[in-house]
């Protein structure tokens, strides 16, 4: 008792000032999680950010060593609310970082100077990754759209908000157009929000990834066409170890070479010998018993009303994608209410002559 309590002090002290006033009725379990950030992600609602400083320097440094820069981050919301915060960025990435690849590189904001208040939009936030337009800002829509989809599945899911984004040049007085963006919650923020650990080692088994959580997260990938992920290698993967029960899970992100994504650079790995990214391939490991599957199938079954109405009437993508995305997801439902089809589908990994195995450490795009 006299060790937990010294614990719990020594806590306390390392808390900010708003966490502190509520400690005494917090359960000790939820100290790891009492100041992780929700009011950035706690809504879908738009609004608009913009970056100003020397964005030409930052938006060029896209070298491995890529150093941070000062800018200004400013933000209004709908309700007519904005502040201004001094923020540092950095380029990031692989693939959409490279100039010929991506005319605006993805970014890393680092908000290290905020403080834990609860009035704040970024309450809570440290780091924060920015998604930016890579051709064309549709597809950074349309990612987004996946990101909510998971959410829907599972809590395990990085929390992501669309926004409406400019550069502010200052130093040659110009302002970029207003372009579709995503804000995508840090990993350490995820870690804490769900109770958990982050676990950073490669080459783990996907056996050693608690089952449940790893078949949401895999029939999630085959729904959507995402190939571009492993376990193994930590491609588009981030792991977990929940501070409350034994095992892994694995936290999938980065879906811009997804089917239902379809951004015009994306290209299924040769190994894989699949025609499209809109060619869709379960990479889970073997299991022959179907009936494992079923919880994970009932689940997206009930999820259906849910995951459609993400795209019905969506005034942020064109018509015609809606319909061809929610006809790409009719194909999906009549494969898992199919035995036949289904199992197909999801025992390809079992077939030796196949590509089922093929492990992805990362794509040459």
Not at 12 to 24: F, Y
Not at 77 to 94: M, V
Not at 134 to 162: G, H, M, P, W
Not at 284 to 291: F, H, T, V
Request: charged share 25%; hydrophobic share 40%.
């Amino acid at each position: 008792m006299k060790l937990t309590l010294g614990i719990f002090l020594i806590l306390s002290l390392h808390l900010p000032l708003c966490a502190q006033d509520s400690l005494v009725q917090m359960p000790f379990d939820s100290l790891k999680a009492t100041c992780f950030a929700n009011g950035l992600f706690e809504s879908d609602e738009l609004f608009k950010v913009c970056l100003s400083g020397n964005t030409r320097e930052l938006l060029r440094d896209r070298y491995d060593d890529a150093r941070y820069h000062p800018i200004i981050l400013t933000y209004k919301l709908p309700s007519g609310e904005q502040d201004s915060l001094r923020i540092r960025a950095k380029t990031r990435g692989r693939f959409r970082r490279l100039r010929e690849n991506c005319r605006i590189p993805p970014l890393l904001l680092q908000l290290d100077s905020l403080q834990c208040q609860n009035d704040k939009l970024f309450f809570g936030q440290k780091k924060i990754k920015l998604v930016s337009p890579c051709v064309n800002d549709k597809y950074v829509v349309r990612e987004y759209l996946l990101y909510r989809i998971f959410n829907l599945v599972t809590e395990n899911s990085f929390r992501a908000r669309l926004i409406k984004l400019c550069f502010r040049d200052t130093i040659k007085n110009k302002v970029s157009d207003l372009q579709y963006a995503i804000l995508l919650e840090h990993q350490s923020n995820m870690a804490n929000r769900v109770v958990a650990s982050m676990y950073k080692k490669q080459h783990v088994t996907p056996k050693k990834i608690l089952r449940a959580e790893y078949l949401k997260m895999t029939v999630f990938q085959y729904l959507i066409a995402n190939t571009d992920w492993s376990i193994q290698f930590l491609q588009n993967m981030k792991l977990i170890s929940a501070d409350n029960k034994p095992g892994l899970v694995a936290v999938p992100y980065d879906f811009d070479l997804a089917g239902l994504v379809y951004a015009p650079y994306a290209k299924p790995a040769e190994e894989l010998k699949l025609s499209s990214v809109r060619e869709r391939r379960y990479r889970g490991y073997c299991i022959e018993d179907m009936q494992v599957f079923q919880a994970t199938f009932d689940l997206f079954n009930r999820l259906k009303p849910e995951i459609y109405a993400l795209y019905e009437n969506n005034i942020y993508i064109e018509e015609s994608y809606i319909k061809q995305t929610l006809k790409y997801m009719d194909e999906f439902y009549k494969t898992i209410n199919n035995p036949k089809k289904a199992a197909n589908a999801f025992q390809y990994p079992c077939n030796p002559r196949g590509t089922g195995n093929v492990v992805i450490k990362g794509l040459k795009k």
